[in-house]
């Protein structure tokens, strides 16, 4: 009975992150996630004048309630979390901060975030294509008050807004008109309140109040998304996966992956600190709405031809911006493999067979190769990856963990 272990959770990490930048005092971060992501964020933090010291595999952050100071230009490589969350932090301050992103995350909207910062107070000078990066935020700290909000394309904005909210001088009011990946929210709103701050909500109205973060050492719990290719490939090769730190207490709406799962016939069980997937390898097709689950869309893709019958995934036009457009990209590669597969706006439904092996066209996106690794391990063939060094994005250790699994599955089995 493998046990696999997962790096720590890259949402998490991000949230921790600006909470520990925002709160009094210092703030240890217990194995928080290492990758690519997270050390972009560490990286503007540290432009932004906050003191962020690694040990070992802790971290240890020392807060700013009043936010950063002077003049800073941040450069967020291809995280959305660092892109999106530490200009809201940077507005709270008092001086001129310049924030440019990959030519990747360029591309993925900011408007709705930087709609909302302007309107509280901040002035913001954008570059080539508004909306977008590269812009400026000129900033004497945020008013606060009362906000409307679309977060149907990315739960980020709001959760953007929800964390700085308590550094404004009012508060926030914010109703929000539409939201995706409703877990996420969750997941802010308790990390909040574990940092001293305890949000109001009535539906999708949030009232934050104005106040202070507190530090405290905090522990991040392994990663669901990444869970999830661990979880599928112990459905796919029949077999039983054990994950520590993932369990009933989990903050990560990701984990809901294993209901998806359990639908297709594995067995699943979950405890207060572990998830457990086992399967006889044969697998039903489903029709499974991943609005709030979407980072594991291209998981399922990648499973899905392997079920006795078509599997439909529905509401996942989020996912045409992401890192990449994820839904026509899990599209090209499973019909590059010989797949029939169909799909609209914001639907995809793909019909059973045995996918050929072929070089998987990552688009640079760290899910759609750890997803299609997956389906290569029953693959007609051995695959390959154009790209697999983009895993480092949030799962460095990704192809050597996975050949460490499928190794203890050979000697257990």
């Known amino acids: 009975m493998p046990k696999v272990a997962i790096p720590g959770s890259k949402s998490i990490t991000a949230r921790a992150l600006f909470l520990a930048a925002a709160a009094k005092g210092t703030t240890t971060l217990r194995r928080p996630l290492f990758s690519d992501d997270t050390e972009g964020f560490v990286e503007g933090l540290t432009t932004l004048g906050y003191a962020v010291e690694r040990d070992g595999d802790d971290l240890h952050v020392k807060g700013s309630p009043e936010g950063p100071t002077g003049v800073a230009s941040v450069f967020c490589r291809d995280g959305a979390t660092t892109a999106r969350f530490l200009p809201a932090l940077s507005a709270s301050g008092h001086g001129q901060f310049s924030f440019d992103a990959s030519n990747q995350m360029r591309k993925r909207p900011m408007s709705p975030l930087l709609d909302a910062l302007g309107r509280l107070g901040a002035s913001i000078t954008v570059g080539a294509q508004t909306g977008h990066h590269p812009f400026t935020i000129n900033t004497d700290g945020l008013e606060g008050g009362e906000i409307e909000l679309d977060a149907g394309i990315s739960s980020q904005f709001l959760t953007a807004l929800l964390l700085v909210g308590p550094l404004t001088r009012k508060g926030l009011d914010i109703r929000v008109t539409d939201l995706v990946s409703r877990p996420y929210v969750d997941m802010t709103l308790s990390m909040m309140a574990d940092f001293g701050i305890n949000v109001v909500r009535d539906g999708d109205h949030f009232r934050v109040p104005s106040g202070t973060y507190e530090s405290r050492t905090y522990r991040v719990e392994p990663d669901a998304s990444s869970s999830s290719y661990f979880f599928a490939a112990a459905a796919l090769l029949g077999v039983e996966v054990h994950v520590e730190g993932l369990g009933t207490e989990s903050l990560q709406g990701d984990l809901r992956f294993v209901d998806v799962l359990k639908k297709m016939g594995a067995n699943v069980h979950l405890d207060r600190s572990r ?17 709030d689950i979407s980072d594991t869309m291209p998981t399922l893709a990648a499973l899905a031809p392997f079920a006795k019958t078509p599997t439909l995934i529905t509401d996942v036009f989020n996912t045409r911006v992401k890192e990449c457009d994820r839904l026509e990209a899990c599209a090209v590669n499973l019909s590059r ?16 067979g045995l996918p050929k092996a072929v070089e998987v066209e990552t688009f640079g996106d760290h899910r759609i190769a750890m997803a299609f690794s997956i389906t290569g391990l029953k693959s007609n063939g051995v695959m390959s990856f154009d790209d697999p060094g983009c895993v480092k994005k949030t799962f460095p250790t990704f192809f050597t963990t996975l050949e460490d699994f499928v190794t203890a599955v050979r000697t257990a089995y």
């Open 337 to 352: 493999m010989g797949i029939k597969v169909e799909t609209g706006r914001d639907w995809l439904r793909i019909l059973p």
């Open 275 to 291: 998830a457990t997937v086992s399967s006889s390898g044969h697998l039903q097709g489903v029709e499974v709405n991943m609005r």
